[in-house]
């Protein structure tokens, strides 16, 4: 029987409506980014960007493209969804053949998720499919982050010995190595005399913004060499075990010299977005005392003017100046015209010297002379001894050598080399101080490197405990920063003095200096100067009872305890 036109119509319908369902459950509609199925057509995607695509039909590929300048960090590429199956493929740098990294399922989740730390600066491709290839996925969310290169720190730049900036005891410099493969170099000089407890770390925080951790490696190089390594440290904890990655070096002495320090990452492919480095010792002092200069009046009611030092550890050579006319020269008033130097050992004239052009080393003393700074003298009449001494207590008498009475300058001088073993511990100066004398002044030069302590004395009343006669009643003591024009010290009566009666009477002991009375007005200081030129001035307080007065300047080598 025929069939009727009507069915044959049907069926052709219900064909139709069926071919168009298949072809539904196969294909969705495309999204805004196609065609991007092959690498030449990659969507670009930009530094923190997301993106919507979809695998619209079974089969279907979604390149998308990116490129990371030098320096980028913590690479992460990700996608997500409400359903679906993501496979990710990662290519690059400059090339969509060479694979880099690829990844299906990220923990329980199925879409996918690729991080690289440090990746390479370049082009890179990535090629987004459905895991099996045989399924579509509606939607779903493509991102791409990283973290840009960090600005290089103030220091840089410092990526090499040559380059290094320098670093001064006890600071601390905020640094970041900046992009893979930075040095952070730094440099710093340890003074004559080495230095102890040294210590050179790096700091901060472990883990940076990521929750990457920070890992240091420092090198110290040294003494005046950029690649002779003296200590290297990685991590200060001691081991992978532990949870400080930075660093640190401790060395118990560095010998006198210029240091580098570099600094960087462990692998020395990575970044750290911020340390601090600081480095710390203690100098060991080489300052000493290295001259004494007093002007004085000397002869008749003023007495003879005296002037003692002290030598200690090894034989020291010194030079001893009496200077008379000369002084006029420098606008001082009767000075006395033709000096004599007298030096005593106990109680014994060892040598004297009256005309210092007369002297059989004459050509030493004005080389010597002219080397220490000391002004030339313009009369053949001054008297200048320069002569080797052993250690001992020296006093030296200044005179006139017709007995007239006038103004003197008496010096004293190291004209040791600055690293001879011997050493000058001790200066003093006795003379008549206050009423018509005026104030007694003295100058003093501390040399070398760090601080020196000394104690400081103005002894008037003790005096006559030796049998001085007419001794000051109540001498004060002020010293000066010839530098700053700034007192720096100043004492009246030593038992009330800030330092305490107790700590100057056993530093006095230590330095071997006579006790002073107990009640007495004597002034003294312990006091801890830097290297420059002092003055000392000694005077009666408001004027009151003159006399004969004894200023010492002693050495303290270790700090007594109180």
Same mark, same amino acid.
């Given at each position: 029987?025929?069939?009727?036109?009507?069915?044959?119509?049907?069926?052709?319908?219900?064909?139709?409506?069926?071919?168009?369902?298949?072809?539904?459950?196969?294909?969705?509609?495309?999204?805004?980014?196609?065609?991007?199925?092959?690498?030449?057509?990659?969507?670009?995607?930009?530094?923190?960007?997301?993106?919507?695509?979809?695998?619209?039909?079974?089969?279907?590929?979604?390149?998308?493209?990116?490129?990371?300048?030098?320096?980028?960090?913590?690479?992460?590429?990700?996608?997500?969804?409400?359903?679906?199956? @993501?496979?990710?493929?990662?290519?690059?740098?400059?090339?969509?053949?060479?694979?880099?990294?690829?990844?299906?399922?990220?923990?329980?989740?199925?879409?996918?998720?690729?991080?690289?730390?440090?990746?390479?600066?370049?082009?890179?491709?990535?090629?987004?499919?459905?895991?099996?290839?045989?399924?579509?996925? %509606?939607?779903?969310?493509?991102?791409?982050?990283?973290?840009?290169?960090?600005?290089?720190?103030?220091?840089?730049?410092?990526?090499?010995?040559?380059?290094?900036?320098?670093?001064?005891?006890?600071?601390?410099?905020?640094?970041?190595?900046?992009?893979?493969?930075?040095? %952070?170099?730094? #440099?710093?000089?340890?003074?004559?005399?080495?230095?102890?407890?040294?210590?050179?770390?790096?700091?901060?925080?472990?883990?940076?913004?990521?929750?990457?951790?920070?890992? @240091?490696?420092?090198?110290?190089?040294?003494?005046?060499?950029?690649?002779?390594?003296?200590?290297?440290?990685?991590?200060?904890?001691?081991?992978?075990?532990?949870?400080?990655?930075?660093?640190?070096?401790?060395?118990?002495?560095?010998?006198?010299?210029?240091?580098?320090?570099?600094?960087?990452?462990?692998?020395?492919?990575?970044?750290?977005?911020?340390? @601090?480095?600081?480095?710390?010792?203690?100098?060991?002092?080489?300052?000493?005392?290295?001259?004494?200069?007093?002007?004085?009046?000397?002869?008749?009611?003023?007495? @003879?003017?005296?002037?003692?030092?002290?030598?200690?550890?090894?034989?020291?050579?010194?030079?001893?100046?009496?200077?008379?006319?000369?002084?006029?020269?420098?606008?001082?008033?009767?000075?006395?015209?033709?000096?004599?130097?007298?030096?005593?050992?106990?109680?014994?004239?060892?040598?004297?010297?009256?005309?210092?052009?007369?002297?059989?080393?004459?050509?030493?003393?004005?080389?010597?002379?002219?080397?220490?700074?000391?002004?030339?003298?313009?009369?053949?009449?001054?008297?200048?001894?320069?002569?080797?001494?052993?250690?001992?207590?020296?006093?030296?008498?200044?005179?006139?050598?017709?007995?007239?009475?006038?103004?003197?300058?008496?010096?004293?001088?190291?004209?040791?080399?600055?690293?001879?073993?011997?050493?000058? #511990?001790?200066?003093?100066?006795?003379?008549?101080?206050?009423?018509?004398?005026?104030?007694?002044?003295?100058?003093?030069?501390?040399?070398?490197?760090?601080?020196?302590?000394?104690?400081?004395?103005?002894?008037?009343?003790?005096?006559?405990?030796?049998?001085?006669?007419?001794?000051?009643?109540?001498?004060?003591?002020?010293?000066?920063?010839?530098?700053?024009?700034?007192?720096?010290?100043?004492?009246?009566?030593?038992?009330?003095?800030?330092?305490?009666?107790?700590?100057?009477?056993?530093?006095?002991?230590?330095?071997?200096?006579?006790?002073?009375?107990?009640?007495?007005? %004597?002034?003294?200081?312990?006091?801890?100067?830097?290297?420059?030129?002092?003055?000392?001035?000694? %005077?009666?307080?408001?004027?009151?009872?003159?006399?004969?007065?004894?200023?010492?300047?002693?050495?303290?080598?270790?700090?007594?305890?109180?």
């Amino acid at each position: 029987m025929p069939i009727p036109i009507f069915t044959h119509r049907r069926l052709w319908l219900a064909l139709i409506f069926l071919t168009a369902g298949i072809a539904a459950s196969r294909l969705n509609a495309s999204d805004s980014f196609e065609s991007d199925n092959i690498a030449s057509s990659a969507t670009p995607i930009a530094n923190g960007a997301t993106q919507t695509h979809s695998i619209h039909e079974v089969g279907d590929k979604d390149w998308v493209s990116f490129t990371l300048p030098l320096g980028v960090t913590n690479l992460v590429i990700e996608t997500s969804g409400a359903s679906g199956d @993501t496979e990710i493929f990662l290519f690059g740098p400059n090339s969509s053949t060479t694979a880099v990294a690829s990844n299906d399922d990220w923990g329980n989740n199925t879409f996918s998720k690729i991080i690289r730390d440090s990746p390479t600066a370049g082009e890179y491709f990535l090629r987004v499919e459905e895991y099996s290839n045989n399924a579509t996925i %509606d939607s779903y969310a493509i991102k791409v982050s990283w973290s840009d290169p960090l600005e290089g720190d103030s220091f840089e730049p410092d990526n090499t010995a040559e380059t290094a900036v320098a670093i001064s005891n006890g600071q601390t410099q905020n640094r970041s190595i900046h992009v893979d493969g930075d040095l %952070d170099w730094a #440099t710093f000089t340890i003074g004559a005399g080495g230095a102890t407890d040294f210590v050179v770390e790096t700091a901060g925080s472990t883990v940076d913004q990521f929750n990457l951790s920070r890992d @240091t490696v420092l090198t110290l190089f040294g003494p005046n060499s950029t690649t002779t390594v003296l200590e290297e440290n990685d991590d200060i904890d001691g081991g992978p075990g532990g949870n400080n990655r930075f660093s640190r070096i401790s060395l118990g002495s560095l010998a006198a010299g210029t240091y580098h320090v570099r600094v960087m990452d462990y692998n020395n492919n990575d970044r750290i977005d911020g340390y @601090t480095l600081r480095a710390a010792w203690t100098q060991v002092s080489t300052a000493k005392l290295s001259n004494l200069s007093v002007r004085a009046k000397t002869g008749g009611e003023f007495g @003879t003017l005296i002037l003692g030092f002290a030598t200690s550890t090894a034989s020291k050579e010194i030079l001893i100046r009496g200077m008379g006319p000369t002084i006029a020269d420098f606008g001082v008033q009767n000075p006395i015209a033709d000096p004599r130097l007298d030096m005593v050992l106990n109680g014994d004239v060892i040598d004297e010297v009256d005309d210092w052009i007369n002297e059989p080393n004459v050509s030493d003393i004005r080389t010597r002379s002219a080397a220490l700074g000391a002004f030339a003298p313009t009369w053949s009449f001054e008297a200048i001894l320069l002569r080797s001494v052993e250690p001992n207590p020296y006093t030296v008498l200044v005179t006139d050598v017709f007995g007239d009475t006038g103004e003197v300058l008496i010096e004293a001088y190291d004209a040791d080399s600055p690293d001879a073993a011997g050493r000058l #511990t001790n200066f003093s100066t006795r003379t008549q101080v206050g009423g018509s004398a005026g104030i007694l002044t003295a100058g003093f030069v501390i040399a070398g490197t760090g601080d020196l302590t000394l104690l400081i004395r103005g002894v008037g009343p003790t005096l006559a405990d030796y049998g001085v006669s007419d001794v000051m009643g109540d001498p004060t003591l002020r010293v000066i920063s010839s530098a700053t024009g700034a007192d720096v010290g100043f004492n009246d009566d030593w038992g009330f003095a800030s330092s305490g009666s107790t700590l100057l009477r056993t530093t006095a002991s230590a330095v071997g200096a006579f006790a002073l009375r107990e009640d007495s007005a %004597d002034a003294a200081l312990l006091i801890t100067l830097p290297p420059g030129v002092y003055t000392v001035q000694m %005077d009666a307080y408001d004027n009151m009872s003159p006399g004969t007065g004894l200023v010492e300047i002693y050495e303290v080598r270790s700090s007594p305890r109180r």
